[in-house]
């Protein structure tokens, strides 16, 4: 079974600054990958970033990168340059093979972000 | 379409009544997810397509959820004798290919179906 645990349920940031959500994840899976969503107030889901299990470079898109350290079985969303429209519910998630046969998408209970002006 | 579709975008259904959800995915994507988000929660895995079979539908809370996709398309979810605890948003995600784990198969969500029962 899979299981995604993040354990902070609100952050503050203050905007132009850089923060830290935490993820860490459990599965027997040796290939797996980990994603980082947005669901800001509207509740849509909005990808941000991808990292694979075999992947030796930490991902980056833009202001977000992936702090991937695979023996620790954490995956951390790094936002540098916090921006106002930054505040919004952030999910972790990771998708593998679930013994059910489908590779389905499990996320964690989120963390709510608010950016300071 | 250029998104994942959903409608209705809110529905009110009296405690008893049953209800359909609409999900149009993005044109070509062959796998499709329901998801269920109750309040202040991450997403919960209801059921998945590969095209128009249902692979996985271990998540379905009860007997009284039902899906199908059955053109490899849209796809509906149905719940019968809604309860006050069926109240959530119910989300729908496509991906374009199936069983692989990468940057190239990402889920898109649709914006949700906002279901509250009376």
């Known amino acids: 079974a899979q299981k995604i645990t993040q354990t902070q349920p609100g952050m503050f940031v203050q905007e132009k600054e850089a923060v830290t959500l935490d993820c860490t994840y459990d599965?027997?899976?040796?290939?797996?990958?980990l994603f980082w969503y947005k669901q800001p107030s509207s509740g849509e889901m909005i990808f941000l970033i991808y990292?694979?299990?075999?992947?030796?470079q930490n991902a980056t898109e833009g202001r977000y990168s992936l702090n991937f350290q695979k023996a620790r079985k954490s995956a951390n969303l790094v936002i540098s340059a916090s921006q106002l429209g930054d505040s919004a519910m952030y999910f972790c998630?990771?998708?593998?093979?679930?013994?059910?046969?489908?590779?389905?998408?499990?996320f964690g209970k989120g963390t709510k972000l608010s950016v300071i002006p | 379409g250029a998104g994942v579709s959903q409608s209705p975008r809110y529905k009110v259904a009296k405690r008893g009544q049953d209800v359909a959800l609409r999900c149009d995915p993005i044109?070509?994507?062959?796998?499709l997810f329901w998801y269920q988000q109750a309040l202040g929660q991450g997403p919960e895995f209801l059921t998945y397509?590969?095209?128009?079979?249902?692979?996985?539908k271990s998540g379905l809370p009860s007997d009284r959820f039902f899906a199908e996709r059955p053109e490899g398309s849209v796809s509906t979810l149905k719940i019968q004798r809604t309860q006050q605890e069926d109240s959530a948003v119910y989300l729908c995600?496509?991906?374009?290919?199936?069983?692989?784990?990468?940057?190239?198969?990402?889920?898109?969500f649709g914006a949700g179906s906002r279901l509250t029962v009376l």
């Open positions: 044109s070509g994507h062959v796998s």
């Open positions: 599965t027997s899976d040796p290939s797996y990958g």
């Open positions: 990292q694979g299990s075999y992947d030796q």
């Open positions: 998630a990771m998708k593998g093979y679930s013994g059910a046969g489908s590779y389905q998408l499990t």
């Open positions: 397509f590969q095209n128009e079979a249902q692979l996985d």
């Open positions: 995600a496509s991906s374009p290919l199936d069983r692989v784990v990468s940057g190239a198969n990402v889920l898109t």
